[in-house]
């Protein structure tokens, strides 16, 4: 089965903070991404990365940057953290990249 | 820009009740689709998907979808629901010749009562 795990279940920053959250899969996907989840929005992609030290912006990367240094991790980084960046945050991987997705947990962020 | 209704956003229903959930896209290329299930507390996971050959595909726990691309539709449907199907549950759709994102829907909440 594949596993994708993330940090934290649960964190909550101050203002201002720089965050880290951190997405490991054990399946030696190429393709990892990073969501937003809020209510009545569904998911919305933040970044994603086809391979090691590649990115790519997804719809809604104002505010976040990526870091992929080995395949098996990719963090999505809050430079300075903002109350509208309260959210629920997934992260998922695939092989091929159409093809299905496999989620972590997710991170429920709270920024006061 | 492409999206993905579900115009559905809350269904509550009792146990037996038959489940019809409704998801349309609007684009007119070649789609892969897909349904996501979250349960309370777990994880995204996948219900079914399609990518070509019979437009009818069978998932997991006794859901099935439809993919009818005269009505760019990919409906779900469960012919008798448990309480244990109380999840959101996520349409979401590729576009193959395009962007080749995953585009959710904004998601249904599904309700069932003892």
């Known amino acids: 089965d594949v596993k994708v795990t993330q940090s934290s279940r649960y964190l909550v920053k101050r203002t201002g903070e720089k965050v880290f959250l951190e997405c490991v899969q054990d399946?030696?996907?190429?393709?990892m991404f990073w969501y937003r989840q809020d209510p009545g929005l569904g998911l919305r992609l933040i970044y994603f990365?086809?391979?090691?030290?590649?990115?790519e912006k997804g719809d809604i990367p104002e505010g976040y940057s990526v870091s992929r240094e080995k395949k098996e991790r990719f963090s999505l980084i809050l430079e300075s953290a903002s109350t509208n960046q309260t959210s629920m945050y997934l992260c998922?991987?695939?092989?091929?990249?159409?093809?299905?997705?496999?989620f972590g947990p997710g991170t429920r962020l709270t920024v006061l | 820009a492409q999206s993905v209704s579900q115009h559905n956003h809350h269904v509550i229903l009792s146990e037996a009740a038959s489940l019809e959930l409704g998801c349309n896209y609007s684009?007119?290329?070649?789609?892969?689709l897909f349904w996501y299930v979250q349960y309370p507390g777990q994880h995204l996971q996948l219900l079914l998907k399609?990518?070509?050959?019979?437009?009818l595909v069978k998932g997991i726990k006794g859901f099935e979808a439809e993919f009818i691309k005269s009505k760019f539709s990919f409906n779900l449907r469960k012919p008798s629901v448990q309480w244990s199907d109380t999840a959101e549950y996520f349409c979401?759709?590729?576009?193959?010749?395009?962007?080749?994102?995953?585009?959710f829907g904004s998601g249904t909440r599904l309700l069932v009562r003892p």
């Open positions: 998922a991987s695939t092989g091929g990249y159409t093809d299905t997705q496999y």
């Open positions: 399946m030696d996907h190429e393709n």
């Open positions: 990365s086809y391979d090691v030290k590649m990115k």
């Open positions: 684009y007119g290329g070649t789609v892969n």
């Open positions: 399609y990518f070509s050959g019979d437009p």
């Open positions: 979401a759709v590729i576009l193959m010749d395009s962007s080749y994102k995953l585009i």
